[in-house]
């Protein structure tokens, strides 16, 4: 069963936002499959990562993740 997270991105505002958050997270071997609702500001990720490399991702790419 894959592990399903989402997760509240700030200041993701366009496409460009989507497809950095996008390398960055597909960059991780885990995560099978990433996800996007740029109205609602969620990523979700398919995979087995905990939730703080992911966080550390996002966070790395220049982006704010919401708690």
């Known amino acids: 069963m894959k592990n399903v997270q989402n997760f509240k991105v700030a ?9 950095t ?14 996800s996007f609702n740029l109205e609602e500001k969620i990523v ?6 905990s939730q703080e490399a992911i966080i550390s991702t996002i966070t790395d ?3 704010n993740v919401v708690k």
């Open 21 to 34: 958050i996008d390398k960055a997270l597909r960059a991780i071997k885990e995560i099978d499959d990433v």
């Open 44 to 49: 979700t990720v398919y995979g087995n990562v």
């Open 61 to 63: 790419a220049g982006y």
């Open 11 to 19: 200041n993701m505002n366009c496409k460009h936002c989507v497809n």
